[in-house]
């Protein structure tokens, strides 16, 4: 009989990151026991000196080395996740010449195949099979100074975009089956929207951030240096504090976690108001043991006071000192009343007593009613 073996379930890594066994090793941008938290800044050598603009162009391309599935429609899913980081580091190596370049964020994933009902009428379709490939609406970003020929600036940015894409198709020959790059179809025209000017730097940073954490980012002038921030980031007017805590970015947006949850009660999300379990827990003994120990004189009271009345019931007639008269007569007086408790004997009195008969007790007499 083979011996019995236990298999440890294996660990997922989020975010990218591999298991080595012991740990979870994160990409550059990840850290935590599972990849799970995203760094709370990210700094640029990008200058955001008087006269700096951000401008973007938006492009779609054919992707035919992957398929389209449903979970490309969901951004936090793993497979979105995992095909945006990829597609990004393609394109970076495709577009990293044109001077200014800063990044793509990916707007739009559909299945190729919906060229054919018109999606895009302002270029020419590419026709793939059923479910084949993918169409990627993307946008491109670039940094720049104003000047006063920007408009033709961006036209001569946009076509340069255009041309690197068109050289890296055709030089990719049959790359279909080949998942380690993006095998791309261009169309002859895949300017969705000319280059524009950026309202703020913002986009600069959403394109800079980790997959799936784009929306926490924001951007700060540091010494005219473009910083990307959250609201994890020290010393920025966004900070949370978490009191006793740590701050960390995670998909759900930055959150405080609080120190020694094993030893404390926190109130409220920012982990402040610190109740010490241990001490909540001796004052609740505390408090049981001054209830039982109330509890316990309470009732011993009350059996003292129950047997103290039972006691004096029993023995009303030693305190007594009456003198009292039986149905039949007989005349009884209470020799041992106040005499230290002790009855000593009953002794009869009788009304008539025959003092011919010594030693004997003559019946009484009877009168006649007045």
């Not at 799970?36 to 008087?50: F, H, K, L, M, R």
């Not at 003292?304 to 003198?323: I, L, P, V």
């Amino acid at each position: 009989m083979p011996p019995l073996t236990s298999t440890l379930p294996a660990v997922l890594c989020q975010n990218g990151g591999t298991y080595d066994g012991n740990k979870c090793l994160c990409l550059l941008d990840f850290y935590g026991p599972l990849c799970e938290y995203s760094t709370a800044s990210i700094p640029t050598d990008i200058s955001v000196e008087e006269g700096t603009i951000v401008a973007n162009v938006e492009l779609v391309v054919t992707v035919t080395n992957f398929n389209y599935t449903e979970e490309l429609q969901d951004p936090r899913s793993e497979a979105y996740e995992k095909f945006a980081r990829h597609f990004r580091q393609e394109m970076a190596k495709i577009y990293g010449s044109v001077p200014g370049y800063q990044g793509v964020k990916i707007l739009s994933i559909r299945p190729a195949a919906s060229s054919r009902r018109g999606a895009r009428v302002r270029r020419a379709p590419v026709i793939l099979p059923e479910g084949t490939g993918l169409e990627v609406d993307h946008e491109v970003i670039f940094s720049t100074v104003a000047s006063p020929d920007l408009s033709e600036e961006f036209q001569n940015k946009t076509e340069e975009l255009v041309q690197k894409l068109k050289e890296t198709a055709e030089s990719q020959g049959n790359c279909t089956h080949d998942t380690s790059v993006v095998c791309l179809v261009v169309s002859e025209s895949p300017v969705v929207k000319n280059m524009t000017e950026s309202p703020t730097l913002d986009a600069l940073c959403q394109q800079q951030a980790p997959i799936g954490y784009q929306d926490y980012y924001y951007a700060v002038n540091m010494s005219n240096t473009l910083y990307c921030v959250t609201n994890c980031t020290a010393n920025t007017p966004g900070t949370i504090n978490c009191n006793h805590g740590l701050c960390h970015v995670t998909r759900a947006g930055p959150q405080c976690f609080c120190w020694d949850e094993s030893l404390y009660w926190y109130t409220g999300s920012r982990c402040s108001g610190r109740i010490s379990k241990v001490a909540t827990g001796l004052g609740v003994v505390i408090a049981v043991l001054l209830i039982a120990c109330i509890v316990f004189i309470v009732l011993l009271a009350k059996r003292r006071k129950r047997n103290a009345a039972s006691s004096a019931g029993d023995s009303w007639y030693e305190e007594d000192g009456c003198t009292w008269t039986s149905p039949d007569g007989f005349l009884f007086i209470n020799n041992g009343a106040n005499t230290g408790g002790t009855v000593r004997s009953f002794t009869p009195s009788l009304d008539v007593v025959n003092t011919d008969i010594p030693m004997q007790i003559a019946r009484p007499s009877l009168r006649p009613p007045p």
